[in-house]
């Protein structure tokens, strides 16, 4: 019995390792959309039998970060841009009534886990960490919707986030990864308008702030729609 744990032990241990590492390429795009995820070639890759890879990639399929074909190969999900119109209408909701509602509410402990979020956003921008920008600026928002304490929005926002991960990851390159200092800004401004419990300027900052994204998004798509990757418009 004891044999037995410990090897369950050890197993989710590689499923956690390799799910960790391939999530991270994913996000940050070192993975292409589209790109082939075989079983053999990443069990070699990592040292590991094929039930660790497989739990891993299970696990990535519920993020919506993976696909199975219906051959039964595994690759990288594509991203849908014809899509991308609906999501930014149910981004923009969710910025407007997390941050106004978090603007309705007092908690010391979720408005001091906000501002080191925000500082962790910061760092990162300094930096030019994309991928530590796009981790903390997630965190920062659902830490934002959990001050609203509406548990359903903060679950809901938090599944958007995720699934704009690789757009944000798209666009920060744009910039070649050096962030405008406005997004710092727009956060600091939310975090006042909160704090001060101006539940108006919480919206008008929370639509701004979505606004400039979207904008900024859909220029980026316009102008290199044509670039190689894995683009899935049905």
Same mark, same amino acid.
């Given at each position: 019995?004891?044999?037995?744990?410990?090897?369950?032990?050890?197993?989710?241990?590689?499923?956690?390792?390799?799910?960790?590492?391939?999530?991270?390429?994913?996000?940050?795009?070192?993975?292409?959309?589209?790109?082939?995820?075989?079983?053999?070639?990443?069990?070699?890759?990592?040292?590991?039998?094929?039930?660790?890879?497989?739990?891993?990639?299970?696990?990535?399929?519920?993020?919506?970060?993976?696909?199975?074909?219906?051959?039964?190969?595994?690759?990288?999900?594509?991203?849908?841009?014809?899509?991308?119109? &609906?999501? *930014?209408?149910? $981004?923009?909701?969710?910025? %407007?009534?997390?941050? @106004?509602?978090?603007?309705?509410?007092? +908690?010391?402990?979720?408005?001091?886990?906000?501002?080191?979020?925000?500082?962790?956003?910061?760092?990162?921008?300094?930096?030019?960490?994309?991928?530590?920008?796009?981790?903390?600026?997630?965190?920062?928002?659902?830490?934002?919707?959990?001050?609203?304490?509406?548990?359903?929005?903060? &679950?809901? *926002?938090?599944? $958007?986030?995720?699934?704009? %991960?690789?757009?944000? @990851?798209?666009?920060?390159?744009?910039? +070649?990864?050096?962030?405008?200092?406005?997004?710092?800004?727009?956060?600091?401004?939310?975090?006042?308008?909160?704090?001060?419990?101006?539940?108006?300027?919480?919206?008008?900052?929370?639509?701004?702030?979505?606004?400039?994204?979207?904008?900024?998004?859909?220029?980026?798509?316009?102008?290199?729609?044509?670039?190689? $990757?894995?683009?899935?418009?049905?």
């Amino acid at each position: 019995m004891a044999n037995e744990q410990e090897n369950v032990r050890v197993r989710g241990s590689g499923t956690q390792s390799v799910y960790a590492a391939l999530r991270r390429e994913i996000l940050s795009m070192a993975l292409d959309p589209g790109s082939p995820l075989d079983e053999v070639r990443l069990s070699e890759r990592f040292k590991m039998s094929r039930t660790p890879i497989r739990e891993a990639l299970l696990r990535l399929a519920t993020e919506g970060l993976v696909t199975t074909l219906p051959n039964r190969n595994t690759i990288v999900a594509t991203i849908d841009f014809a899509g991308l119109p &609906t999501y *930014f209408e149910a $981004l923009t909701l969710m910025y %407007r009534v997390t941050t @106004r509602g978090a603007a309705g509410r007092k +908690d010391a402990d979720i408005m001091q886990r906000i501002r080191a979020r925000q500082k962790e956003f910061a760092d990162a921008v300094t930096a030019r960490d994309a991928f530590g920008m796009i981790e903390a600026n997630r965190e920062f928002h659902v830490a934002i919707a959990e001050l609203a304490g509406n548990s359903y929005y903060t &679950t809901f *926002f938090a599944r $958007l986030l995720d699934e704009g %991960r690789r757009i944000l @990851r798209l666009y920060y390159s744009t910039f +070649d990864d050096r962030l405008p200092r406005q997004y710092v800004d727009e956060h600091e401004q939310m975090i006042a308008a909160i704090e001060a419990g101006d539940v108006d300027r919480a919206d008008r900052l929370a639509i701004d702030h979505a606004a400039q994204i979207v904008r900024q998004i859909q220029e980026y798509i316009a102008r290199d729609l044509e670039r190689p $990757l894995a683009i899935e418009i049905s």
